[in-house]
Structures are given as structure tokens and as C-alpha cells.
């Protein structure tokens, strides 16, 4: 097969496809949008397979739990926190088990280029006790990702592949091989799927059983690297994932490089991992994220006679992302000779909202309504308008959640906060807002949401949306909100003094009214006429 | 055989493409390579640089290490001196010398291209004059790869046929505008 040049994302989801995928699920967030983003456009080449951008991750994680529970392949994508919204239906497939094989993506961020933390989804995958796998290089992804499937039908168990950014949003080429077709639907089910305690149990003890054959599944993985050096028994090194990459680019020169192991799959390798720490006396970790495998390496006690090092005991930063001249440096080599730097104070150039923003008009209508008030009380939410916290808005006073901004608002009211605003885009309304609005207008809570409805999930390049135009609207209303309390506002230079008094006015009124400021994404509009 | 390339550059200004055509050149020409690359927040209007490795034989690291990249190729000038620690003593510099004013402390240019210059090797070239020559000042990004293309490890026809492939569907004036955007930035380069 030729080789094809793909995304770290995009090799995870072609290695799906070619595992016999029959459906596909995900919500957009950074960096795991390209793996959905992928199979949306070969669906609609070739038909073979449904893949949809779902409301959320947990709804996005049951649609194709649903989908493997009927016998077929299926997968779920997001971002590391996106498995929190999707973590109750993720706990407790891991007691129902899998049908059809379920490979569960998760990609995380180290140095969180686009999020909030840089949690580690290894810890899910131990959490939840099943079988995970952790790629280095784009052929892996793909080879993984088809094999994930088997193995997922082998245990009966949803399989997790953690992804990190860098690989990602990696390029290179990827050699394929050829497609196996779809399961066949199975009908019927047995008992192992209702959780009632008397299953739940059943289904938990069987679970813990998997346990050691897990571990031999990943002793024997063919993914997992033992070298030894023999001459050399001072000094060894553990990497995991794409910190390998960094730790071969470091002594790629070297005759005889340190003994090293390379994991790759979860639950760790417990053998491999004894034969390398048998041989050396100090052992280094290098895994981007959390120090996964060296807490666990040294336990509360350590390991006598040896010693171990990484982020919890240096020499590698506790946070960030790893990068190969820490990794080098952690290896006690000297850094490349390299040219200095300019020496020029260097304007740093953050991110900021795109000329036309519609948000931008938000936000200077919000900011002068909100003129003279003082305190911390606009809560806001996640996606583009995020960037309303940067100069010159500096209009925005949280960002915790999808959702939070409506909850914590009326938290905040219910307790004596005045005014208490929140402002939401219209996905991260339909992903998290309905619900935290419907409580909030049972209540008839003092407090003022505003929804800036671009049309469009924009920060992660503009997937579709749920909740936008009049539907919004009708949503909104459905809620329970007074329909007088209702306002819509076009966001727009000229429209300013008028959308500033709207705000102002509905601010005033002490009960729960709704702003919808309707514009559309400028850089969506620039795709259609392009 | 090895090359490593810092491509930099504001959001929006065509850097993927240029890591596009880069890419599918090596694909052509046989090479391995490995290009990481930035998406979702700092797109927007933010700084951006993917680390483009190009090499006959296995690539480890997605990223390249300080001191490791041949060149740095920058579609800004400020963003080309960002990562100047990360070209090895004897690099080249290939930038515009456009600057690209999205913030309020943007330095005087002139000191811009004065500590570009002080690189041992530079290619400044006059990307904004020279993609309005070409017919569309979007082409600055194409302006800039023809200006290091003499200097890259691929074939010019493996980079010349990827930007067909690659602009043939928007239409006529806008491949023949990208091509010459190649040509003026080589023979700016050149010249330089």
C-alpha cells in the first residue's frame, strides 16, 4: 500500500476505518477535533461508516457504546477533558463491557496549548481497569488503532488510546494496509448490560479476573521495547509515548545507546518493567503528562538499591510539555551549539479575537453596560469569546467548564451576587447550558445569560452546531425562561448604543432574562464565499 | 542527508500551506520526514511555527532541539527572530520583511532586520511587493518557500508540482499567480 501522509489524529482514525469502523463519534476540542474531523470527510466519500459530531462527549460516548453494544466496531474521540464529561457512561462500560470492539481516543495536552489542564488519561485507563495504548509516531497510531479493535473484542472491554498534543498535530506518512470489513449487527442482549447491583457485581468481579491476563496482553505487546546494554548496567531509561521519540533523538548517535524500555501499552508491562530495573541501578522516566509510571515505579517506599528519577525527583519539570532539549539535558548531555538568540526584547503576540469578530461587538456592548460596576461577576465559558479575558476587553471573569458560566452564575446570585451575568457560544450552550438553564429559570434566578450565537463550534475550526438561529430560541423559551426576557441583539458596530441598553435593561430587571447576540463566525463566513 | 526547518509566522498567514507543499515534496522525492505543527487557540491571529524535519533516514523527535534547525523560514520578520536559539551557528534565515502589526508593542522593524541580519546567513526578501507582483498579496507564504526552495534538500519540480496539485482547483489566475509567487520569491533570493 502507498504511503499516505496523516495527522497523528487522522492516522488514528484511518487505522479505525480500516479495522472495519462502523461508527464514530466526538465533539470537537483541541487536539483530538482531527481524528472526527478525518472520518466526516471519508463518510461522506465513501458512505461505509456514520460519523457525527454529537451534542457532547458523554452523549458522543453512549451514541457509540450504543453502537457497540449492537456488534459493531465503534469509536469515540475527544480531548483528556472531554473524558470528564463522558466519565460516568466511560466507568461503567468498563463493567458492562464491550460488544463490537470500542476504541475510546483521548487526547491530552501537555503544556496545555489549548485547555484548561494537562490531566493525564492514563489515569482513566487505570481508573477504569482496561486496556490502553499510548503511540509514539503516526504508524503506530494506525497500526494501534486497528489492533485496539481486537483486543477490545478479545476482552470484552472498551480500549482507550492516549493521545498527546504533539503527536496530534504531527505530520508524516503513514504506510496502510488493506481494509477488513464490518462486524455484522448482533441482536439480543443477555444480562451483563443492566447494571443493577446483582450484575454490577458479577460484572466487576469479572473485570478484576482480566486483570493479570491484561498484563500478560501487554508484556507480550509487540509494541513494548526491551534493550539492554550489557556493558553499561550504572543507568536506564523507561519512556512512554512520544517521550521515546525524545530519548532516541538524544543518543541517536551513540554506539551503544543506554538499556531502555519503551512502553507502549497499559496496564504496564510489570515483567518488562522488572527485567530493565534488574538490570540497571538508576532509572530515569520519561513520559509527557503526569509522572504515571514513575509513582507507580517507586510507591510510597521506593526501590532499594535503586534509584529512580523523572518529574517527581528530578531532573524533568513537574509541568509542560516535554520537549528533546529537556529530555536531553535530563540525560545529563550537552545542548547542540546553537546561535544565541537576538537579544531583542521580543513582543510576545497571544492569540486574540479575528478582526470582525462578532464577539468583539459582545463584549464592548457588555463592557460599557456594565460601565461603573465593580466586582467580579461576568462568568464565562469555553470556546472563542475565552479570548475576551485579553486586552483591550478584559470582559470576561471565568472560564472553568463547558457549561459552568450559567451554573456558577446563579450560584453566585443565589447568594447574593448583583448583577451576576454569564456569557456562553451557542455549542457550548447546547453541550452543557440546557440544563443548568432549565434550573435557573425554574428558579426564576436574578441573573443574566448571555448566548453569542456565531452559528458555528469556532475555535476548533467550525463544526456544526446544535443550538443556533431560531431553534436557540425556541430552546431558550422551552426552558422556561419569559419569553418578554427573551432579547436578541445583532452584534455590530452600529447597533452598539441600542444592544448597550438592551443589556442594561435586562440586567435591571431582577429575575432571569436571556441576551442572544446573533452573528455569524466571520471566518465561516470567509469559508462559504471562498 | 538531513534537513530541519522552523517555520514561523503569525496565524492565518499561510504556514500550513507552505508545510503542505513541503510535505508532499518529501513524499515525492522519497524522504522521511515529520512536521508538528500548531492548531485550535493560537491560530488565532497568535504566533505560530511548526518544526518541518526532513531526512533519508529515521526522524525520532517530532520537535527539532535547540541548535538542531538548517533553517529558519519566516512568512513575519519579528516571528523569524523568535527562534533564531534554534538554528545551529552556521543556519540560514529566510523571512519577509513584512511585518505583520497585530499588537500594540510591535518593535521598530528596522532593529527587526538589523538582528536578522547579524545571523551569519539571511534571505530577506520583500514578500508583500512581491505577491502583489504575482497578481495576489495572499501568496506572500508561496513568495517565502520560493525563496528558500535553492536552498532545500527537495527537487524544485516535487515543490512546483505540489503547489499545482495543491491550487489547481481554485481556479486558473490564482495557480499562475502562486506559481509566479514561487518564481519572484527564488529569484528574489537569489539575488538577495
Redesign the interface.
Known sequence: MP?Q?LLGDEAVALGAVHAGLSAAYSYPG??A??VLEYLVRQAGETKAFTAVWSVNEKTAYEEALGASFAGKRSLVSFKHVGLNVAADPFMNSAITGANGGFLVVSADDPGM??SQNEQDSRYYVQFAQIPGYEPS?HQEAYDMAREAFDVSERFGLPVLMRLVT??S?????VETRDARAPNELKKGAGQDWILLPVNARRRFGRLLDLQAEMTRFSEESRFNLLQLNDKDRSFGVIASG?AY??F??AV?ADSAPPSFLKVSTYPLPERLIRELVGHVGTILVLEDGYPFIERQLKGLFGIAGKTVLGKMSGPLPASGEL???IV?RALGRE????????????????????AGCPHADSFKALNKALEGVTGSNVFSDIG?YT?GALPPYNAIHSCVCMGASISMARGASDVGLYPAVSVIGDSTFAHSGLTPLLSAAKANTDMTVIILDNATTA???GQPTYGSGPGLLRLVEGLGVAKEHIRTIEPLPKHHDKNVQIIKDEIAHRGLSVVVAVRECVQEQRKKRS | MKQDIILAGVGGQGILSIAYVIDHAALADGLFFKQAEVHGMAQRGGAVQSHMRLSDGTIWSDLIPKGGADMVLSVEPLEALRYLDYLRPDGIVVTSSTPFRNIPDYPEVDKVLEAIRKAPRSVIVDSENLAKEAGTVKAQNIVLLGAASSFLILKEASLVGTIEALFRGRGTPVLEANLKAFALGQKAALGS
Request: with cysteine; charged share 20%.
Open positions: 504511503r501522509i483541541t487536539p477535533s482531527e496549548h489549548s509516531d504533539r503527536l498535530h504531527s505530520r508524516s506518512a512520544i521519540n525524545y532516541r533523538e541517536a520537549t528533546p532539549d536531553r545542548p547542540l551549539a546553537s546561535l544565541p538568540a537576538s537579544g531583542l526584547p521580543l513582543a510576545g503576540r497571544p492569540p486574540q479575537l479575528c472563542c479570548l475555535m476548533t475550526g
